[in-house]
């Protein structure tokens, strides 16, 4: 258990519509990182807050959105799904902001079903 | 365009022989580079790491190899065991302008023979 927990586990949904994903970092972890798994695929980083604050931004899309809050708690937003989006999302956090070389804690991922 | 790349989707290997993970990247500003290994159904986890300053790092059965002018680098287990069937994926930081963020190869499912 890595400490990191994503809600919820599976969602199903249709195109178009809205979904949030929800990662609670390790207790005192500052930083969470988003990350994109599509099948067969490495892992896609979208997204890095650290301490509320957005860090750096890789390939997310317009459509995506996603915050820290202040209990660093963090939501990643997906909006006007497609078929395309269909995949698994990791949520980790690492204890300062270096996302390049702090160790990363993985969430068990949630998996998106677009239909 | 794929940076880090991991030629071998899977590889199957007896119990107690030799593992040799194989990773293959393209950027030559990139200095510092992990493995991760990830079991079904949970996140990946933080195996073993070298830098661009070492050609080498051990930790117990776990070596990483780095040939910087090869653009190459692998992991070395010895010996496998049952408990080391994963997905083994790669991942690169550096100058790579994605904001020091950590490149990731596609994966390699590792599956040790009883």
């Known amino acids: 258990d890595s400490g990191v927990t994503q809600t919820p586990k599976h969602l199903i949904t249709a195109t178009g519509q809205r979904v949030t994903l929800r990662c609670s970092p390790r207790s005192g972890d500052l930083s969470v990182y988003w990350y994109q798994q599509s099948l067969d695929q490495g892992l896609q980083f979208l997204i890095q807050y650290y301490n509320g604050e957005e860090r750096a931004k890789g390939n997310i899309l317009e459509r995506f959105s996603a915050q820290q809050f202040p209990d660093l708690h963090s939501e990643l937003n997906l909006s006007s799904l497609e078929l395309g989006d269909s995949a698994l999302y990791f949520c980790?956090?690492?204890?300062?902001?270096?996302?390049?070389?702090?160790?990363?804690?993985f969430g068990p991922g949630t998996r998106l079903t677009v239909l | 365009d794929q940076q880090v790349k991991q030629n071998s989707p899977s590889l199957s290997v007896q119990e107690g022989r030799i593992s040799i993970l194989n990773c293959d990247y393209t950027n030559s500003m990139f200095d510092y580079f992990l493995w991760y290994k990830k079991y079904p159904a949970e996140g990946p986890t933080f195996l073993i790491s070298?830098?661009?300053i070492k050609d080498k790092n051990e930790d117990g059965r776990f070596t990483v190899f780095l040939n910087k002018s090869a653009k190459h680098l692998s992991l070395h287990i010895v010996p496998s065991q049952p408990g080391d069937s994963a997905v083994y994926f790669c991942?690169?930081?550096?100058?790579?302008?994605?904001?020091?963020?950590?490149?990731w190869g596609a994966g390699t499912k590792l599956i040790i023979k009883p």
């Open positions: 980790a956090s690492s204890p300062l902001g270096a996302g390049d070389t702090d160790t990363q804690y």
């Open positions: 991942a690169a930081s550096g100058e790579s302008g994605s904001n020091y963020q950590l490149i």
């Open positions: 070298i830098s661009s």
